[in-house]
């Protein structure tokens, strides 16, 4: 566009040089004067009408780009809200379990053997946190995050670094159930739970007597990994719920600039 902006420029020039030139000739010195002038008026709107027009496709180019992300966004939005949701309800179900379990020790005052079954109920599975952030990630690494307006960049940027940080600390959390719960299990937890260690046949008396000697040691290692599960657990379903807030006002704004 620059170039072509130069040939144009160049060319209305020269034709103004030769009008000029044959005044000159022609000894024409006051009519001269008043198309030299005009003349100047002239070229400078030219460049001034060119370079507005430049800017006009310059910023038609950028607004074409900057929807292309609108849109992009938009998709990874609608699928992290699909995400979000369905995270939260296997959580909820997670929590839930867990809420019936400690109702039971709380109020019954159960055995080990007793606690041990009703740890059973409780779901010992979990995912760890993942995020589709894969179009504001881009926006970041090619440098094309300044096209976004600033208020919506910086709703952008705060998304995506609550995601960083509570994906941080659920891992971590995560890292340690995982842990001590495995701990727990090669303990003799899971024998436990299917009820040979205290009423089935163990074949190796050898492990069975040490189930028995740390049963209380087990089913504390295993509560203990429940209850961080639970709090980790918790803190996501919070974190959740305010990122879909979050997601919909982000979302709100997109449209609004695509509507403009």
């Known amino acids: 566009m620059k170039k072509e902006l130069k040939k144009k420029t160049t060319a209305m020039i020269n034709f103004f040089k030769k009008v000029r030139l044959k005044l000159l000739f022609d000894g024409k010195l006051q009519n001269y004067l008043k198309y030299a002038t005009g003349e100047i008026i002239l070229v400078v709107i030219g460049i001034l009408i060119a370079l507005q027009i430049n800017d006009w496709n310059e910023n038609r180019k950028l607004n074409g ?14 699928r992290e809200i699909k995400n979000v949701n369905s995270r939260i309800d296997s959580l909820e179900k997670s929590v839930n379990s867990y809420n019936a379990y400690k109702e039971y020790v709380s109020s019954e005052n159960p055995t080990l053997e007793q606690t041990s079954m009703a740890l059973s109920g409780v779901d010992e599975t979990f995912n760890y946190m993942s995020f589709n952030s894969s179009t504001i990630e881009s926006l970041e690494l090619t440098g094309d995050i300044k096209l976004i307006p600033r208020n919506l960049r910086t709703e952008l940027i705060n998304l995506r670094r609550a995601q960083k940080i509570m994906t941080t600390v659920a891992t971590d959390n995560d890292n340690v159930y995982l842990f001590n719960l495995q701990k727990a299990g090669n303990l003799g937890f899971y024998q436990i739970l299917n009820g040979r260690a205290v009423n089935g046949p163990i074949k190796n008396n050898d492990i069975a007597d040490k189930i028995k000697r740390n049963y209380a040691d087990i089913i504390l290692i295993a509560d203990a990994a429940y209850a961080l599960k639970n709090f980790t657990e918790k803190q996501k379903i919070y974190v959740f719920k305010t990122m879909l807030k979050r997601i919909d006002t982000i979302r709100k704004m997109i449209q609004r600039e695509l509507d403009k």
Request: glycine share 0%; net charge neutral; no cysteine.
């Open 65 to 78: 780009i900057r929807n292309i992300y609108y849109r992009q966004i938009l998709i990874d939005l609608d």
